[in-house]
């Protein structure tokens, strides 16, 4: 059982322009307000996405890993069907025997999400809760804006959990890995509710559902900037962005090696990439 894997997070195709204020009525009370960070003023299109994605794309096949995960927000704006097409190219740049698998983010299917959003992104891109195994561990991928809020999407919450109550306890007794887009917390079980983590109300239950299999860990993004915590033997890892940083941590990725004793997990700026990775050095 010795492998690594790739998180990316947040590639989020357009987000750059977004902040620009470009095209937005409001452009100018945003500047006032100094919502316009001044390095991304005149950004129009993607063009800072697509560099950098296109850079995660190439380390991940120079650096084999057994797989690839992005963990939401692919693009800014689902509505936008040429940041789509880009997000479709780029992937298409990963060397056909590196797996990969996607969840949404807040921005592919609304902070509130919607029967409407949820159908568009399952047609584009598949399955949101699913899960699938590498080298006897067992990886579950579920859609946090779920659990976020589910007040306009009748049914999902009842069964993301019956989802996860089946699919966990099937996997009772292996190592199991999950992965999202909001995480349970940032930094404490007992952070409390945000914009930035999964409220209380539901973060209880998930932690619960957690503990009760094993959970070892939960790969999340949305904070465009590293941070973590642990709860009892669960450990909660956020990873910066491949897009648009919103703190002082670069663009990058996060290098997940697994190993028998337990994963061991590094995020590196694009200008911080290690040459190679070998996991056979892992004590
Ligand atoms: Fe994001």
Not at 87 to 95: G, H, W
Request: hydrophobic content about 40%; some cysteine.
């Amino acid at each position: 059982m010795r492998f690594f894997f790739i998180q990316l997070s947040d590639t989020q195709l357009g987000m750059a322009a977004t902040l620009s204020g470009a095209g937005n009525p409001k452009r100018a009370e945003m500047l006032a307000r100094g919502l316009c960070p001044p390095e991304f003023e005149e950004t129009t299109g993607f063009a800072y996405e697509t560099e950098r994605y296109e850079k995660a794309v190439a380390a991940a096949n120079r650096l084999r890993p057994a797989f690839v995960v992005i963990t939401g927000d692919l693009v800014q704006d689902p509505e936008d069907l040429a940041q789509v097409a880009e997000l479709r190219r780029i992937t298409a740049l990963l060397d056909d025997d590196i797996p990969i698998h996607l969840a949404p983010g807040n921005c592919d299917v609304d902070n509130t999400p919607t029967p409407e959003s949820l159908a568009l992104y399952r047609e584009r891109f598949g399955d949101d809760n699913y899960s699938f195994d590498h080298g006897g561990v067992h990886f579950v991928v579920f859609n946090t804006g779920i659990a976020f809020d589910p007040s306009c999407a009748p049914g999902e919450w009842d069964a993301q959990l019956e989802f996860l109550r089946s699919d966990l306890g099937g996997a009772m007794g292996r190592r199991i890995v999950a992965f999202g887009h909001h995480p349970l917390f940032g930094y404490s079980p007992a952070d409390p509710d945000s914009h930035m983590v999964i409220p209380t109300e539901r973060r209880r239950v998930l932690l619960d559902l957690f503990a009760e299999h094993g959970v070892e860990a939960m790969f999340a993004g949305h904070w465009h900037k590293n941070a973590g915590g642990a709860a009892g033997g669960f450990r909660m890892v956020i990873s910066g962005p491949v897009g648009v940083p919103l703190g002082d941590d670069p663009s990058g990725i996060r290098i997940v090696e697994v190993h028998d004793s337990g994963l061991q997990c590094a995020y590196h700026g694009f200008d911080d990439l290690p040459g190679a990775v070998n996991v056979r050095d892992i004590p």
